[in-house]
Structure formats: structure tokens, C-alpha cells
């Protein structure tokens, strides 16, 4: 069974920043996709950045510039540095995690999810 557990989420000024981390299963973890993703209240989930076993990301149009996804596998954990927040930032944050290498921005591809946790960013 695959867990993964999430930190580093709280309450940050707009302008300020955050660093999210995921520590999932160690032996799934290292050849595998992940995936960051939030919902905002009565909103559908949306994708906001994602990373190969070696490093390629891919990121949302809306967090270019300002969010970066990276990974340690020798510590089995991949971050999500957030700068430059915005109210609009403001959501529950999932790390997610999908079988095979390929990076993808949809939620249905990712088999393994966190439990999430909050980001909000006042105005």
C-alpha cells in the first residue's frame, strides 16, 4: 500500500512563501511520477505542477514563476516551493503519485494521493 504524507502547508501574507514536502513509499517513490495538485472550495481539482524520476517538471500556467517542483529520491521527497503567493493560491494542496515515469497533468492518471493539506494566502 502507497501513502503519501504531506507538510509544510499554513497561513502566509500574500508576497510570502511556503515549501510543501511529500514523503511517499520509498521503493515506489524513486521510479515514479509525481504530481502536486489543490482544490479550492467549489472548485473541480487542478493541476499545478509535476515531476519525472529524473527531473523533468512540468508546471501550470498560473504558478510559472512563481512555484517550482523538485525531489530528493535519496530522501524520498519531493517539494513544492511556492513564491509570490496570492490569494487565489488559496486551496487544499495533494501530492499525488502515478505508476510509470511519464509526466502527466491529469488528476485520473495519478493512482496514489495524499490526504492534502491547506494553503492559505491572505489578502
Known amino acids: 500500500q502507497v501513502q503519501l504524507v504531506e507538510s509544510g502547508g499554513g497561513l502566509v501574507q500574500a508576497g510570502g512563501s511556503l515549501r510543501l514536502s511529500c514523503a511517499p513509499s520509498?521503493?515506489?517513490?524513486?521510479?515514479?511520477?509525481m504530481g502536486w495538485f489543490r482544490q479550492a472550495p467549489g472548485k473541480e481539482r487542478e493541476f499545478v505542477a509535476a515531476i519525472t524520476w529524473n527531473g523533468g517538471t512540468a508546471n501550470a500556467d498560473s504558478v510559472k514563476g512563481r512555484f517550482t517542483i523538485s525531489r530528493d529520491n535519496a530522501k524520498n521527497t519531493v517539494f513544492l516551493q511556492m513564491k509570490s503567493l496570492k490569494p487565489e493560491d488559496t486551496a487544499v494542496y495533494y501530492c499525488?503519485?502515478?505508476?510509470?515515469?511519464?509526466?502527466?497533468?491529469?488528476?485520473?492518471?495519478?493512482?496514489?494521493w495524499g490526504q492534502g493539506t491547506q494553503v492559505t494566502v491572505s489578502s
Open positions: 499525488a503519485a502515478k505508476r510509470g515515469q511519464g509526466l502527466s497533468t491529469v488528476v485520473v492518471d495519478y493512482d496514489y
Open positions: 520509498g521503493r515506489f517513490f524513486s521510479s515514479s511520477a
